[in-house]
């Protein structure tokens, strides 16, 4: 009897539907994506991390042994060449006796002063402007800090390209026998 009501009635349905189906969908899927929201972000980092730790370690595990041949063969390698150097002066010095050793140039003393432009790009090589620039950016410092810590930081000023004179200040902390 009831299907015969509500068989060709589609209102019934509609109205139903609309009434208490639809608002409790609404209600409930509404409520649901707001509370999943901030889970769902922080499962975003949490997996993010977990993926990087274990591809460190999958890195590591390939790859480890090989980079450990790899630097103890550059380091023997090194190594030989000074050994053989040293044979070579040993040969020569059986042959030629101690003249050998005056004809050897003698060492250049490098006396230039050093100024602020050199510390300011020992701190550039070394990445310690950089570093401080992206903790400024990142941080959400107030002006006076800001400024506190530009105070102790030193840029380079000096008349030469910052290049050149990074380039220079490489060959003289580092040397240029490559």
């Known amino acids: 009897m009831g299907s015969y009501f509500t068989r060709t009635r589609a209102w019934w349905y509609i109205a ?23 889970l769902y972000l922080y499962g975003i980092q949490v997996n993010r991390l977990g993926e990087q730790n ?18 103890h063969n550059m380091i023997m390698e090194h190594f030989e060449v000074h050994k053989e150097n040293l044979e070579d002066v040993l040969v020569e010095l059986d042959k030629r006796g101690p003249k050998v050793f005056t004809e050897l140039p003698p060492e250049v003393e ?13 701190d550039e090589i070394s990445g ?13 410092l107030t002006e006076m800090q800001r400024s506190r810590i530009e105070s102790r930081l030193v840029r380079y000023n000096g008349t030469r390209p910052k290049e ?15």
Not at 16 to 38: C, K, M, Q
Not at 60 to 71: A, H
Not at 128 to 140: I, K, S, W, Y
């Open 128 to 140: 310690l402007n950089q570093f401080m620039d992206n903790f400024m950016r990142a941080q959400d």
């Open 110 to 122: 490098d006396n230039q002063p050093i100024t602020m432009d050199d510390f300011a790009l020992i």
């Open 16 to 38: 139903f539907y609309d009434e208490y189906v639809g608002r409790h969908i609404n209600t409930s899927a509404g409520l649901s994506i707001l509370l999943i929201i901030p």
């Open 54 to 71: 274990c591809n460190h370690l999958m890195y590591n595990w390939q790859f480890f042994d090989k980079r450990n041949r790899l630097c």
């Open 164 to 178: 050149i004179a990074l380039n220079d200040m490489r060959m003289r902390l580092y040397g240029n026998g490559r």
